[in-house]
């Protein structure tokens, strides 16, 4: 009973981390309208645009909004 009732407060762990990604969809999907204007060949090149910041130092997470908007388009 004890956990239906926290259940119901906070939601269930899927609830929890669903609410947790929720900003970073949000941001994924506002790249949308920028990556539909890039042809294949220059979704491609962002590859090495990724390789060429992360060796300059930048972070899987910096990259993560752009690498995954890049590869939603790429995949439709």
Do not use: C
Request: hydrophobic content about 45%.
């Amino acid at each position: 009973m004890f956990e239906k009732a926290l259940t119901k407060l906070f939601g269930t762990r899927h609830d929890r981390e669903v609410k947790k990604m929720q900003p970073l969809v949000a941001a994924i999907g506002e790249l949308e309208p920028e990556m539909e204007g890039l042809s294949d060949d220059e979704l491609a090149g962002l590859t090495g645009r990724f390789k060429e910041r992360l060796e300059q130092g930048a972070e899987l997470d910096d990259l993560m909004i752009e690498a995954f908007a890049a590869v939603r388009e790429a995949a439709k």
